[in-house]
């Protein structure tokens, strides 16, 4: 059994939902705080371990809820929005793209590709603290702290098909039902371990996650954004890609397990992920190679007080390991 960690890059900008204290650096003036509001803060610059900077250039911030807020200027390091107290979405619009920044020239454009769902839900309570991630795919080798981060890991995203409800007796889940919600699943790393299967015609390249973060998109839900991410982030999630003898160069997806379905877990998620077989690449043992794929299956979203009344659908994402 081979083991070995994998440097995987994505790219994410952190929407800081903070009570209180500013940002450092060319930044607006931060507004007084009134009752009943909460503070988002929006950095656009970081800086890596190396000493390296990064900037959002060319975004517009559509932010929708109890108050409706655009946002343009985004020369600032860092921008902080007072909102009153309640549930939003944020859109990330305009011909934006990120740049490496280079003292004394002109910043440098990178590769980067949003997979967070776009617009996504947020909340802002009263004196609390939150963070939004807007996840972006790159094949920079590079990190970062804070605003931008480069993490070494993957991701799942795609949309939940809300189609029935378990029980007609069930209220909780009624408002989602015929409902698409788009969702992101990352995580930060990844350990990868082949793993022979028990007949021995097929190999599985077992992806094991660091604590991950789940998103919801679309539009506001409260039961989804205030409690089912919470609920949900922080596990591990498991899955392989496997290869089989009798389909030399095809792969699939399978094994997606139910790490949201834990006991200790106040909402739980169980997906039967898969695949239909790809064309996919592997190595000289015949172990499948970190590569894109697509999952089509179902769900189970339940709340662990009954956890014969939850909401079944459809699940149809892409996603990386790397």
Known sequence: MTMKKMNLSLLAVALLAV?????????????????GEG???????STNSNGQGFRL???TFEITGPVNQTITDTTADALTIN?????????????????????????????????S??????????????????????????????????????WITGTLQFTALESSSNTLFQSLVGTTVPFTISY?????TKVPSSSGDSRLLRVTTSPVVVQFGGFYSALLSETVAPSLSGQVLNYS???SDSSAGVIRVDYLDNAFYQPALQYQ????????????????????LPQAFQIDGTFVLRNVKNTSAGVRGRMIATGSPL
């Open 39 to 45: 503070q988002v803060q929006l950095p656009l610059v």
């Open 241 to 243: 890609l496997v290869s």
């Open 117 to 154: 769902p776009n617009p996504m839900s947020f909340t802002v309570a009263e004196g609390q603290s939150r963070t939004v991630r807007f996840v972006f795919k790159t094949p920079a080798m590079v990190g970062t702290d804070i605003g931008f981060e480069v993490d070494t890991g993957g």
């Open 57 to 59: 250039v060319g975004a």
């Open 188 to 192: 930060a790393s990844a350990t990868l």
């Open 19 to 35: 009570a209180c204290g500013g940002a450092s650096g060319n930044n607006k003036e931060q507004p007084e705080l009134r009752e």
């Open 83 to 115: 909102l009153p107290a309640g549930g939003y979405t944020i859109e990330l619009r305009g011909n934006y793209h990120v740049e490496r920044v280079v003292p004394n020239a002109a910043g440098e454009p990178i590769q980067a590709t949003l997979v």
């Open 269 to 288: 998620l169980q997906m039967n992920g898969y695949s239909p077989p790809f064309p996919g690449q592997t190595d000289a043992e015949g172990y499948p």
